[in-house]
């Protein structure tokens, strides 16, 4: 019977972001072990990545621009749910495989240490590729409708950075929760519906009708929603040539790093009750 290797004790408060960096090639193995189980036996492969939101942005526009003309007031509306699509995609994949990643590696955790960390990251870092793919494709769209965009776009590189650390941060955070706590898996499959349609991927939230009349509620659904900022910081130097306020910039760069720290922090520090729980 493989006897596992237990990694030191006495983790400290803050984490290890060298553990990260000195285990490159096994992280770089699991992201490959990701993306082939992903798309294997698939003739199309990461095209399938971009089926899903070309098929929605489709199904959304005929509802809410052509037959129930609610997107009246928004430009460009197809660009405008499909930018938001793209980044809802990338998070909700992310956080859904990263937090069941930990049970779904229980044997390989069982046998053998190294930096539990490693396995959500490889899943979270494994959705790059279609999110990547995804705005290769917009973003020279984009231009194309909106040639003023050109001078914002670079913004987008930093802003999905921010994006990714917030993925990262809950993926680590609920990866651990679910090994103690199973239910936790299938409650994000329970939130995540609602969750997307209060998060303005078919709608901006300035364009509510009662939205002025509730200012607070406004408040509430832009900064107590995490992925609210990144998807209008990335539509707005996307798609709108404009550079978010002060409020949302803050929040795209303090929130997702913050709470990759955290969740790497937590995991590093029950990784040793892990395998035991597992």
Not at 134 to 150: D, K, R, S
């Amino acid at each position: 019977m493989a006897v596992e290797a237990v990694a030191p004790r006495g983790t400290p408060l803050l984490p290890s972001f060298t553990r990260l960096s000195g285990y490159r090639e096994l992280l770089w193995t699991l992201i490959r072990r990701e993306i082939r189980v992903r798309y294997k036996g698939s003739a199309l492969g990461l095209v399938w990545s971009l089926v899903y939101p070309l098929s929605m942005m489709l199904v959304y526009t005929l509802l809410f621009s052509v037959l129930w003309k609610a997107a009246r007031n928004i430009p460009h509306y197809p660009l405008f749910v499909l930018v938001g699509l793209a980044t809802w995609g990338f998070f909700q994949a992310s956080v859904q495989l990263g937090s069941g990643s930990l049970l779904a590696n229980a044997d390989l955790i069982k046998k053998v240490w190294f930096p539990r960390e490693l396995i959500p990251a490889a899943s979270v870092l494994a959705q790059t590729t279609s999110a990547l793919v995804m705005f290769a494709i917009l973003i020279p769209i984009n231009i194309a409708f909106v040639p003023e965009t050109a001078r914002t776009v670079p913004l987008v590189i930093p802003f999905f950075a921010g994006l990714l650390c917030l993925a990262l941060g809950l993926a680590w955070l609920l990866s651990v929760a679910n090994v103690f706590y199973r239910d936790v898996e299938h409650l994000l499959a329970v939130i995540f519906l609602p969750w997307f349609f209060l998060t303005p991927i078919l709608y901006g939230l300035d364009q509510l009708p009662a939205g002025s009349a509730h200012p607070w509620l406004i408040d509430i659904l832009r900064y107590g929603n995490p992925v609210t900022p990144y998807v209008e910081g990335i539509r707005a130097v996307l798609l709108q040539a404009t550079v978010p306020g002060p409020g949302v910039l803050l929040y795209i760069f303090l929130v997702g790093p913050g709470l990759a720290v955290l969740g790497l922090s937590v995991v590093q520090r029950n990784e040793d009750s892990l395998a035991v729980e597992l």
